[in-house]
């Protein structure tokens, strides 16, 4: 085994054991903090791969803005109280019958995929540049339309907290 | 990588390590005797010759405090809350170019690693520097704190964004993302002059991303005490200093690098080897002197005034910025 496999299971168990504590945490602060631990392991992932760009964008958008806003939101509404059990208890049956559907499916679907099998190709490091042609070339239009999918969810976002403030 | 390279390697991260250590007590004493100059005092003046060692025993005094954790805190977070200022702080030297290439032996070059996406490693680093002052806020369970963690919070994610775009201006001028290519791109003509405005941006944004004096409002003494740290002791409140004159450091070597043109400069008679490392260090001590002069001069903002000078004048700046750079760099190529 040789030190990106070592530091590959180190960081997918790091990852998962995050991930774990995002759904279990009773803390919700917990929670959010597991999460960002997550994203940043999947960016060490990406290391690995020799996906630098991709792992410093996910670090920077994912692990820097996504999970500090989510903290910053956590802060501004904390009482300090860990919420207690669960109160809707007719929900659990339902919750389950839906976990079930979603085990089944994914299973399905990781059994039914095609892995591949033996040794990684040796993965060639993509420079920037190259990244950035391809994005703006071949794929400009699809690129184009997230953003244009992004500023509306942005718009929306800032009418919606518009208006409850006009109201008063 | 065979054995020679490696003890190279070790061996650079050892001075950067001691480096990072050092820095701090060296600037806080800088800080302290040029802020007294200013204010016509002398400054610290009694701990070993013209006090040059009050730092040390500013130092010893740190880390043999008891390390109080207050018992309404949040035991794990509070913990390890410093590290998260600390580890960023750190990390972000390995890509820093301290000179050019030079001839130990071999052929080497005065940083750690030469990435490829340099720039964009210290800027995500810098995203990450987020999650000490909210941390430590968050889990010391005091309202002086949770100020303080939140406006840090909120000054650092907005003026993030116009450091990207100041950066990314240099980008498109240099045609790279490393670091090093920046600045060999710089070898005729250092970036400031063409970029004059995002260098502006620039230093503005790396003053209150660093948290000085004139936008340190996350740790203003006036109102909130200490902010986010008001409930640290001992060594793991010296770790928010090494991180913060830490951070200034690098703040300096950034611009020195982007638009200073970093190991660029004639060769200076005398030292013609390390010319390239004087010239680095030159540019920066200079940049640092400018923070603590920033300090001794301006007063601080009001909050709202920081947040609408970032996304109100700052950020279309950066935008405008960009955009003429880009149009610039297309007419000429």
Not at chain 1, 1 to 30: D, E, H, K, P, Q
Not at chain 1, 67 to 73: A, D, Q
Not at chain 2, 27 to 56: D, H, M, W, Y
Not at chain 2, 188 to 198: D, E, R, Y
Request: proline share 5%; with cysteine; hydrophobic share 55%.
């Amino acid at each position: 085994m040789n030190f990106a496999a070592v530091l590959f299971y180190a960081f997918s168990a790091i990852a998962i054991v995050a991930a774990l504590g995002t759904v279990l945490a009773r803390n919700i602060v917990y929670a959010a903090l597991s999460l960002v631990g997550t994203m940043v392991m999947i960016a060490g992932i990406f290391f690995i791969l020799h996906a630098d760009f991709l792992a410093l964008v996910q670090l920077l958008i994912y692990a820097g803005a996504v999970g500090v806003l989510l903290i910053f939101g956590l802060m501004l509404t904390n009482t300090g109280q860990p919420a207690t059990g669960p109160k809707d208890r007719w929900q659990r049956p339902i919750a389950f019958v839906a976990a079930m559907a979603f085990i089944l499916v994914a299973g399905y679907a990781a059994v039914s995929t095609d892995w591949m099998q033996g040794v990684v190709p040796q993965l060639e490091r993509v420079p920037p540049a190259v990244l950035a042609s391809s994005l703006f070339r071949n794929w400009a239009l699809p690129f184009e339309i997230a953003s244009l999918v992004l500023l509306v969810a942005m718009i929306g976002a800032i009418v919606i907290s518009r208006r409850e403030t006009s109201n008063d | 990588m065979d054995l020679v390279s490696t003890l190279a390697l070790l061996a650079k991260g050892l001075v950067v390590l001691l480096i990072f250590l050092a820095a701090p007590l060296i600037f806080v004493l800088a800080e302290r005797k040029i802020l007294g100059r200013i204010q016509s005092r002398r400054g610290p003046n009694r701990v070993g010759p013209l006090g040059l060692f009050q730092t040390v025993a500013d130092g010893i005094k740190l880390g043999t405090k008891e390390d109080i954790i207050p018992p309404a805190a949040d035991r794990v977070v509070f913990w390890v809350a410093p590290l998260f200022m600390v580890i960023p702080a750190i990390a972000a030297w390995s890509v820093i170019p301290f000179g050019p290439m030079v001839e130990i032996g071999r052929e080497t070059g005065l940083w750690i690693t030469n990435l490829n996406v340099g720039i964009l490693f210290v800027l995500a680093l810098g995203s990450l520097n987020t999650y000490g002052p909210v941390m430590s806020g968050w889990s010391s369970n005091s309202k002086y704190a949770h100020f303080g963690a939140l406006r840090s919070g909120a000054q650092i994610i907005s003026y993030e964004l116009t450091l990207g775009l100041a950066v990314l201006a240099v980008v498109v001028y240099a045609g790279s993302f490393s670091l090093i290519d920046i600045v060999e791109s710089q070898r005729h003509m250092w970036l400031v002059a063409p970029q004059f405005l995002g260098f502006l941006i620039f230093i503005v944004s790396g003053v209150a991303e660093t948290n000085r004096a004139p936008f340190d409002l996350p740790e203003a003494e006036t109102e909130i005490v200490a902010g986010y740290f008001v409930e640290y002791t001992g060594i793991r409140f010296a770790m928010f200093f090494i991180a913060e004159y830490a951070n200034m450091f690098l703040m300096s070597m950034l611009v020195t690098v982007l638009y200073l043109g970093g190991w660029n400069g004639f060769t200076i008679p005398g030292l013609e080897g390390v010319s390239g490392v004087v010239w680095t260090m030159a540019k920066a001590l200079t940049l640092m002197f400018g923070y603590f002069w920033l300090r001794a001069t301006l007063p601080r903002l009001r909050y709202d005034q920081l947040m609408s000078f970032c996304w109100k004048i700052l950020l279309p700046l950066g935008v405008l910025n960009l955009l003429v750079a880009s149009v610039l760099r297309m007419v000429w190529s």
